[in-house]
T-cell receptor
Framework: DQQVKQNSPSLSVQEGRISILNCDYT??????FLWYKKYPAEGPTFLIS?????DKNEDGRFTVFLNKSAKHLSLHIVPSQPGDSAVYFC????????????FGKGTKLTVNP | DVKVTQSSRYLVKRTGEKVFLECVQD?????MFWYRQDPGLGLRLIYF???????EKGDIPEGYSVSREKKERFSLILESASTNQTSMYLC?????????????FGSGTRLTVV
């Protein structure tokens, strides 16, 4: 049973517009969430994270929003750039537990020039 | 910054061969992980290790084993490679010493079994 779900396998947006990537989780023990970005033939790289004590975290063009009651988080990229084209993985962690990240299946973002 | 190094970027092996994938991290992290990534299936955990000589099965351990003789090195072993093990293999170590917590991944090994 998938504990972290990214229901959109792909997303296409125009350069300069907003990209919104969504992620849902089912395990209420998760209290720390991360987004990773992955280019083909490379390992994932950390993008941004959020603790469950917050509902928003911002880093430059990237903002993550957390809605705990809905068990939903989203990643906003504004403005989107062609170099943002990659696969984005949402991940969740229950701190104090096994330190195993639980990943979603990823969303492939394409930003068109 | 933490560095996680995977010994090979690309490998081609024959069916039935024993294959070793090596991973080294330089930050004294206790927890290390092996994943494989396949299109549409995301990242699937094969094995992980909490400490030297400690290992636990992940979600898809069949056909794989691991070795952790030293803290910095975590090896994935394909006992008898098969074509369905053609995949991207990713090693990671877990940082819990400073925010942000989470994994640092290696660059990956693209394994093709023919």
């Amino acid at each position: 049973d998938q504990q972290v779900k990214q229901n959109s396998p792909s997303l296409s947006v125009q350069e300069g517009r907003i990209s919104i990537l969504n992620c849902d989780y089912t395990n209420s023990m998760f209290d720390y969430f991360l987004w990773y970005k992955k280019y083909p033939a490379e390992g994932p790289t950390f993008l941004i994270s959020i603790s469950s004590i917050k509902d928003k975290n911002e880093d430059g063009r990237f903002t993550v929003f957390l809605n705990k009651s809905a068990k939903h988080l989203s990643l906003h990229i504004v403005p989107s750039q062609p170099g943002d084209s990659a696969v984005y993985f949402c991940a969740a962690l229950a701190q104090g537990g096994s330190e195993k990240l639980v990943f979603g299946k990823g969303t492939k973002l394409t930003v068109n020039p | 910054d933490v560095k996680v190094t995977q010994s090979s970027r690309y490998l081609v092996k024959r069916t039935g061969e024993k294959v070793f994938l090596e991973c080294v991290q330089d930050m004294d992290h206790e927890n290390m992980f092996w994943y494989r990534q396949d299109p549409g299936l995301g990242l699937r955990l094969i094995y992980f290790s909490y400490d030297v000589k400690m290992k636990e099965k992940g979600d898809i351990p069949e056909g794989y084993s691991v070795s952790r003789e030293k803290k910095e090195r975590f090896s994935l072993i394909l006992e008898s490679a098969s074509t369905n093990q053609t995949s991207m293999y990713l090693c990671a170590s877990f940082n819990r010493d400073r925010v942000p917590y989470g994994y640092t991944f290696g660059s990956g090994t693209r394994l093709t079994v023919v």
